[in-house]
């Protein structure tokens, strides 16, 4: 709450002779969608602290841009993955695994959907929204849903590494899974958005980029 509410706040603040507004918001604000796949209507009802955060900073931006009649565009991203990936998501925990001959670990069934942006298209996301003047609300994604197990099989054909262990275990019983894919249309209508990157070709930059800075 700190960071994203008082901090963007404290930042806001901070920028004077304030132009516009890019706010990059998150798939956490849905949930567990009811729509398959999720429009920007789609109910949001947040699971976590940081979806509700990420919420609350929307609406606070919807008065922001109405009261100082300021542009402000929100990009409710997916998965974004690329070269510099660091944290503890699926894609870079499975290629340093890859990378160091470890077990992968999936959790439930691996067929759960999910929906991959690679990084460089996020980024035109953002640099075609900073034309659009008034206040919008955009799903970006790549518009496709891909299982674990798919991607699996594409970090094997990437790496050439077809012996890779798999550990499935089960969820616990407190877990729910859903899947998760974007309906791209209002980007692709009013922003003129389309990304570029196939999966494959994202997974092979990011692959490179961790084979890069791993001591094998």
């Known amino acids: 709450m700190d960071v994203e509410l008082k901090g963007t706040v404290a930042l806001l603040n901070a920028v004077p002779e304030l132009e516009r507004v890019c706010y990059a918001s998150s798939m956490a604000v849905y949930g567990r969608p009811y729509d398959h796949p999720v429009t920007e209507s789609t109910r949001t009802e947040p699971e976590n602290i940081y979806g509700i955060c990420k919420l609350t900073m929307e609406k606070f931006f919807r008065l922001f ?118 309906d791209m249309t209002k980007a692709r209508t009013e922003l003129g958005y389309e990304p570029k990157i196939s999966l494959k070709d994202g997974l092979q930059k990011e692959y490179d980029w961790h084979r890069s800075i791993i001591l094998i």
């Open 65 to 182: 841009s109405k009261h100082e009649n300021i542009p402000v565009g929100i990009v409710r991203f997916s998965s974004v993955y690329g070269p510099g990936n660091t944290s503890t998501r699926a894609i870079p925990t499975f290629i340093k695994a890859v990378l160091k001959n470890e077990t992968i670990v999936v959790h439930g069934d691996g067929k759960q959907l999910r929906d991959y942006l690679y990084v460089d298209d996020a980024a035109d996301a953002v640099l075609a929204l900073l034309s659009r003047d008034g206040f919008g609300i955009y799903n970006i994604g790549a518009g496709t849903g891909c299982s674990t197990n798919d991607l699996l099989d594409l970090l094997k054909e990437i790496s050439g590494k077809h012996d890779i262990h798999v550990k499935y275990e089960p969820l616990a019983d407190s877990a729910t899974t859903f899947d998760f894919v974007y």
